[in-house]
């Protein structure tokens, strides 16, 4: 957060330096005419947990710790943007999302552990807020922030298999927030962009039977999203 907050004052910093380099920006200005326009994304992810020990966790003869391993996945989306005024977007990005998370539980008086491995397919709809500083030399940095909505349309929590496995909710709600630079070239918009998302809601679904899900108090999840946007 405080690289975002630094980056918000550098964009505000040069919004005033620069205010008066955008006459040359020849390709920015031909994007600068449409209120409106759309493109793809692609991205590579990085998903993990983060678990919330409950009481049950310290009286356990069972469970010694637990943690969460992150795994890769990627993202294949669409992108709507809509323009409001100079300096904002409200961004719109439909996304199938692939990742990969696992719970690992140490036992004690063990040299063993036991995983619970999460292969999602997630359908996402991130909403956005675009702050954009004044382009300079057809380049220009951005914050950003916003909310998403995921489905995992994958989710094994309502198969026969999951009574005896730890479940997870396939419905999640995260903020967001992340930051990145435009490069604008003639016919579209190449931009990077670097954003973490951070769950808002326990999506353990507690299960008394199970030692592996008492010792959880609750779960978020968080995921960290590398992608490539090329709009015109």
């Known amino acids: 957060m405080k690289h975002i907050f630094f980056l918000l004052v ?3 910093l040069s919004n005033i330096v620069f205010s008066q380099s955008s006459k040359g920006n ?3 200005l031909d994007f600068e ?3 409106y326009y759309f493109g793809i994304t692609l991205a590579t992810n990085r998903s993990d947990f983060i678990p919330f020990r409950s009481k049950a966790f310290l009286e356990s003869t069972e469970i010694d710790g637990i943690e969460s391993i992150s795994g890769p996945g990627f993202n294949l989306g669409i992108v709507t943007n809509l323009k409001v005024g100079q300096f904002f977007d409200l961004r719109l990005l439909p996304t199938l999302s692939f990742a990969g998370r696992t719970l690992e539980y140490s036992l004690q008086g063990e040299q063993s552990i036991e995983t619970r491995a999460i292969e999602s397919v997630l359908v996402e709809i ?3 807020v675009r702050y954009k500083s004044v382009p300079f030399r057809d380049k220009r ?4 922030a916003g909310v998403k909505y995921g489905f995992d349309v994958a989710s094994d929590s309502r198969t026969r298999q999951s009574d005896e496995l730890v479940k997870f909710s396939p419905a999640d709600f995260s ?3 992340g930051a990145g630079a435009q ?3 003639p016919y579209f918009i190449f931009s990077p962009e670097l954003k973490v998302s951070y769950g808002m809601g326990n999506i353990l679904i507690y299960d008394n039977r199970l030692e592996q899900s008492t010792v959880l108090e609750k779960i978020l999840s968080r995921t960290f999203t590398l992608s490539f ?4």
């Open 126 to 128: 991130p909403f956005h």
């Open 141 to 144: 940095l951005f914050v950003l």
């Open 229 to 232: 946007h090329f709009e015109g």
């Open 183 to 185: 490069f604008f070239f």
């Open 175 to 177: 903020l967001e927030v």
């Open 26 to 28: 020849y390709n920015f």
């Open 10 to 12: 550098l964009l505000l």
């Open 33 to 35: 005419q449409k209120p």
